[in-house]
Protein backbone atom coordinates (compact mmCIF):
# COMPACT_ATOMS: atom_id res chain seq x y z
CA UNK A 1 0.00 0.00 0.00
CA UNK A 2 2.06 3.12 -1.25
CA UNK A 3 -0.29 5.57 0.90
CA UNK A 4 1.27 3.73 4.01
CA UNK A 5 4.80 3.84 2.93
CA UNK A 6 4.75 7.17 1.73
CA UNK A 7 4.55 8.25 4.95
CA UNK A 8 7.54 6.55 6.29
CA UNK A 9 11.24 7.60 5.95
CA UNK A 10 13.53 4.75 4.62
CA UNK A 11 17.10 4.13 4.98
CA UNK A 12 19.63 2.88 7.95
CA UNK A 13 18.22 2.26 10.76
CA UNK A 14 14.40 2.96 11.82
CA UNK A 15 11.86 4.16 9.54
CA UNK A 16 10.16 7.00 11.24
CA UNK A 17 6.72 8.04 10.47
CA UNK A 18 5.77 10.82 9.20
CA UNK A 19 2.02 11.08 9.56
CA UNK A 20 0.00 11.87 12.55
CA UNK A 21 1.69 10.90 16.21
CA UNK A 22 -0.29 10.60 18.87
CA UNK A 23 0.58 12.12 22.36
CA UNK A 24 1.87 8.37 23.37
CA UNK A 25 4.84 8.77 20.50
CA UNK A 26 3.01 6.27 18.30
CA UNK A 27 2.58 6.53 14.64
CA UNK A 28 -1.43 6.55 13.39
CA UNK A 29 -2.83 5.54 10.47
CA UNK A 30 -6.30 4.79 9.08
CA UNK A 31 -6.17 1.48 7.76
CA UNK A 32 -9.45 -0.97 6.35
CA UNK A 33 -11.67 1.89 7.75
CA UNK A 34 -10.46 2.37 11.16
CA UNK A 35 -7.60 4.44 13.07
CA UNK A 36 -4.68 2.02 13.97
CA UNK A 37 -1.25 2.06 15.02
CA UNK A 38 1.27 2.62 12.66
CA UNK A 39 3.57 0.08 13.72
CA UNK A 40 0.74 -2.64 13.14
CA UNK A 41 -0.42 -1.40 10.14
CA UNK A 42 3.24 -1.80 8.85
CA UNK A 43 3.30 -5.27 10.27
CA UNK A 44 0.11 -6.28 8.64
CA UNK A 45 1.09 -5.01 5.24
CA UNK A 46 4.65 -6.68 5.14
CA UNK A 47 3.77 -10.44 7.22
CA UNK A 48 -0.39 -10.81 7.32
CA UNK A 49 -2.17 -10.89 10.36
CA UNK A 50 -1.83 -10.01 13.92
CA UNK A 51 -3.23 -13.83 15.68
CA UNK A 52 -5.58 -12.72 18.56
CA UNK A 53 -4.24 -12.05 22.20
CA UNK A 54 -0.87 -10.83 20.51
CA UNK A 55 0.74 -7.37 19.86
CA UNK A 56 3.38 -6.06 17.85
CA UNK A 57 6.35 -4.38 19.81
CA UNK A 58 8.89 -2.24 18.84
CA UNK A 59 12.73 -4.28 19.32
CA UNK A 60 14.07 -0.56 18.49
CA UNK A 61 12.04 0.89 21.36
CA UNK A 62 11.02 3.94 19.18
CA UNK A 63 7.20 4.30 19.31
CA UNK A 64 7.27 6.20 15.73
CA UNK A 65 9.35 3.52 14.04
CA UNK A 66 7.18 1.71 11.13
CA UNK A 67 10.66 -0.74 10.07
CA UNK A 68 9.11 -4.40 9.68
CA UNK A 69 12.21 -5.62 10.92
CA UNK A 70 12.20 -3.92 14.26
CA UNK A 71 8.52 -5.21 14.82
CA UNK A 72 8.05 -8.40 16.70
CA UNK A 73 5.20 -10.23 17.55
CA UNK A 74 4.63 -10.81 21.95
CA UNK A 75 1.97 -11.68 24.32
CA UNK A 76 0.62 -8.35 26.01
CA UNK A 77 2.18 -9.93 29.49
CA UNK A 78 5.76 -10.35 27.45
CA UNK A 79 5.76 -6.53 25.94
CA UNK A 80 5.11 -5.26 29.48
CA UNK A 81 8.16 -6.92 30.73
CA UNK A 82 10.16 -5.99 27.29
CA UNK A 83 9.27 -2.54 28.17
CA UNK A 84 11.37 0.44 30.29
CA UNK A 85 8.32 0.40 32.98
CA UNK A 86 7.92 -0.39 36.81
CA UNK A 87 6.93 -3.81 35.67
CA UNK A 88 9.90 -4.68 34.06
CA UNK A 89 12.38 -2.86 36.03
CA UNK A 90 10.95 -4.93 39.00
CA UNK A 91 11.30 -8.19 37.21
CA UNK A 92 14.78 -7.31 36.53
CA UNK A 93 15.41 -6.70 40.08
CA UNK A 94 17.55 -10.10 41.35
CA UNK A 95 18.46 -8.97 45.29
CA UNK A 96 15.46 -8.48 47.89
CA UNK A 97 15.77 -4.44 49.46
CA UNK A 98 18.23 -5.75 51.26
CA UNK A 99 20.40 -7.21 49.20
CA UNK A 100 19.47 -10.87 49.48
CA UNK A 101 19.23 -13.09 46.55
CA UNK A 102 15.29 -13.44 45.45
CA UNK A 103 15.29 -17.53 46.21
CA UNK A 104 11.69 -18.06 46.74
CA UNK A 105 8.19 -17.37 44.66
CA UNK A 106 5.73 -17.20 46.88
CA UNK A 107 1.80 -18.65 46.07
CA UNK A 108 1.09 -14.68 45.49
CA UNK A 109 3.48 -15.13 42.83
CA UNK A 110 5.61 -12.45 44.75
CA UNK A 111 9.45 -13.25 44.79
CA UNK A 112 11.00 -13.24 48.21
CA UNK A 113 14.34 -14.11 50.34
CA UNK A 114 14.54 -16.67 52.80
CA UNK A 115 16.57 -14.79 54.84
CA UNK A 116 14.17 -12.02 55.20
CA UNK A 117 11.36 -14.29 55.75
CA UNK A 118 13.37 -15.97 58.52
CA UNK A 119 14.01 -12.70 60.41
CA UNK A 120 10.14 -11.84 59.49
CA UNK A 121 9.39 -15.24 61.19
CA UNK A 122 11.52 -14.82 64.21
CA UNK A 123 10.43 -11.14 64.77
CA UNK A 124 6.58 -12.69 64.58
CA UNK A 125 7.63 -15.40 67.46
CA UNK A 126 8.94 -13.20 69.76
CA UNK A 127 6.59 -10.41 69.60
CA UNK A 128 3.48 -13.51 70.19
CA UNK A 129 5.65 -14.92 72.75
CA UNK A 130 5.64 -10.91 73.99
CA UNK A 131 1.97 -10.58 74.09
CA UNK A 132 1.64 -13.90 75.92
CA UNK A 133 3.38 -12.84 78.92
CA UNK A 134 1.63 -9.39 79.18
CA UNK A 135 -1.47 -11.00 79.23
CA UNK A 136 -0.73 -13.64 81.77
Known sequence: MRRFWDKATSGPGCWQWKGYIDMHGYGRFHFKGRADNAHRVAYLLTFGS?????????????????????????????NVLAGVG??????????????????????????????CIQAQQGRDTHRRKRQLTQNA
Open 50 to 78: IPKGMTVDHVCRNRACVYPNHLRLLTRGE
Open 86 to 115: ASAKNKAKRTCPKGHVYDLIKKSGNRACKV
